[in-house]
């Protein structure tokens, strides 16, 4: 009997502070009686005043700062202004002096009067075309007695011990 | 294996006023290089010696000199090889 005059009693003891069976050991906030799972609802922690006031003082800092050039609208410049302008730029790049690119020169072309001179004068050593001639010749031999001199096989079995 | 080819190299160098000694095969590979003589300049060498070849294709493979004030460089090919020297005039 005293466990169904528990039931009966339910509605009116939570107003009362008595602490009974039904009293909850740990104070869990009304809320949460409420949503079903955590995981489920959205991902809105609980908006406190001062969060609140930072995100709006983060998005008017950005809003501020955004320049946004899709909403500026067509930009033209009137005619004398572009023409004034382009005389500036010119006078100014004629002003400007560029350092000149320095040209780099491993072989000129000699007038055709000193080419004259050049190609009439004494033709090249025949010493050195001997010089250069034999020393070709014996290279040519010496590259092909090249030959790959084998002193230890190139593939080696591993000899692993089967236990 | 190359020791045929370093003494033919160093008899070269030995010569009275050669600075520089090269020899690259006929795809420009350098095989060998001594003293002023560049690693870098055996394909040009070669390029050189290739196109002095086509001014008349049916003699034997002419020696091509560059001259300088002071300096000389000559370039000979023989069969595949290309042999350049570099000496002071």
Redesign the interface.
Do not use: N
């Given at each position: 009997m005293g466990c169904c005059y528990s039931i009966c009693h339910k509605d009116s003891d939570p107003q009362d502070n008595v602490p009974n069976e039904r009293t909850h050991l740990l104070e869990v906030p009304e809320q949460h009686h409420e949503t079903p799972s955590p995981t489920t609802c959205a991902s809105t922690p609980p908006r406190k005043p001062d969060e609140q006031s930072a995100l709006n003082r983060i998005l008017h800092d950005t809003a501020t700062n955004v320049i946004d050039v899709g909403a500026l609208g067509p930009y033209s410049l009137e005619a004398n202004a572009y023409s004034e302008r382009v005389r500036a730029y010119t006078a100014r790049a004629a002003a400007a002096v560029l350092p000149l690119p320095i040209p780099a020169k491993l072989i000129a072309d000699v007038p055709p009067a000193a080419s004259k001179v050049i190609l009439n004068g004494p033709p090249p050593d025949f010493a050195d075309k001997e010089l250069i001639t034999n020393a070709v010749k014996k290279a040519a031999a010496a590259i092909s007695e090249l030959r790959v001199e084998h002193h230890e096989d190139l593939v080696v079995p591993f000899r692993v011990p089967v236990a | 294996?190359?020791k045929?080819?370093d003494?033919?190299?160093e008899?070269?160098m030995l010569?009275p006023n050669?600075t520089g000694?090269i020899?690259a095969?006929h795809q420009g590979l350098c095989?060998?290089s001594k003293g002023t003589a560049h690693v870098d300049s055996a394909g040009i060498l070669v390029a050189i010696s290739e196109q002095a070849c086509k001014l008349q294709p049916n003699l034997k493979p002419p020696?091509v000199?560059l001259?300088t004030d002071d300096k000389?460089c000559?370039?000979?090919?023989?069969?595949?090889?290309?042999?350049g020297?570099f000496?002071q005039k």
């Open positions: - | 294996m190359e045929d080819l003494k033919v190299v008899e070269i010569t050669v000694c020899f095969d095989l060998a020696t000199c001259e000389v000559l370039i000979q090919r023989h069969g595949t090889i290309t042999g020297i000496k």
